[in-house]
Nanobody, 115 residues
Framework: VQLQASGGGLVQAGGSLRISCAAS????????MGWFRQAPGKEREFVAA????????NVADSVKGRFTISRDNAKNSVTLQMNSLQPEDTAVYYC?????????WGQGTLVTVSS
């Protein structure tokens, strides 16, 4: 399975960005897809995830109300809409796919928020 992330880039504080991740390769029964992020000098942290079966979402408190995750079952992809971005949101964002018994990670996409 390959995970291809797109989007990201540089934005000013208060702005918005959208990042997406598409899965391709072997066919699996997806459990969930989501995003983690890792800022310089910090550990990777959970951002948001969405269940593939019912679309229920889980969003970290630090981004709740600002970030929204959605999925496209037909395209095997997820999108993270990020609004009201702050400098502390600057990080490399990694897509993660959970299938039964395994997880897959994308290569990461950089989001930089300038103050």
């Amino acid at each position: 399975v390959q995970l291809q992330a797109s989007g990201g880039g540089l934005v000013q504080a208060g702005g918005s960005l959208r990042i997406s991740c598409a899965a391709s390769g072997r066919s699996f029964r997806f459990y969930s897809m989501g995003w983690f992020r890792q800022a310089p000098g910090k550990e990777r942290e959970f951002v948001a995830a969405i269940s593939w079966s019912d679309g229920s979402t889980n969003v970290a408190d630090s981004v709740k109300g600002r970030f929204t995750i959605s999925r496209d079952n037909a395209k095997n992809s997820v999108t993270l809409q990020m609004n009201s971005l702050q400098p502390e949101d600057t990080a490399v964002y990694y897509c993660r796919l959970l299938v039964t018994g395994r997880e897959y990670w994308g290569q990461g996409t950089l989001v930089t928020v300038s103050s």
